[in-house]
């Protein structure tokens, strides 16, 4: 089993960028494709990155066009979320998945999930 806790999430306003983390515990998330995903209100939970244990094979939705970088550090059990020139549409809870698929981009294909944390964007 691996728990995971998201932090970082707030009201920031448009154009700002936040940081979001993902603290994994109960079993190292090395051997696991990590993730964020979003979802807004009265909308389903899309997919934003993946980041596999290889460094620098990450995978991100169309829509993020080089305003996010995801990054872990499976030292720290960690994975991260920058974004940048955040929109008011970005506002959503974000929340971090673990998969063992390697090809994982769906929901569905995740096993473990944290609570997620809300990211309002808003003047």
């Known amino acids: 089993q691996v728990q995971l806790l998201e932090s970082g999430g707030g009201l920031v306003q448009p154009g700002e960028s936040l940081g979001l983390s993902c603290a994994a515990s109960?079993?190292?998330?090395?051997?696991?494709?990590m993730a964020w995903f979003r979802q807004a209100p009265g909308k389903e939970r899309e997919f934003v990155a993946r980041?596999?244990?290889?460094?620098?094979?990450?995978y991100y939705a169309a829509f993020v066009r080089g305003g996010c970088t995801i990054s872990r550090d499976n030292a720290e059990n960690t994975v991260h979320l920058q974004m940048n020139s955040l929109k008011s549409g970005d506002t959503a809870v974000y929340s971090c998945?673990?998969?063992?698929?390697?090809?994982?981009?769906?929901?569905?294909?995740?096993?473990?999930w944290g609570q997620g944390t809300q990211v309002t964007v808003s003047s």
């Open positions: 998945a673990a998969s063992t698929n390697y090809f994982a981009v769906s929901a569905h294909e995740y096993d473990y």
């Open positions: 109960g079993r190292t998330i090395s051997g696991y494709v």
């Open positions: 980041i596999r244990e290889s460094p620098g094979s990450t």
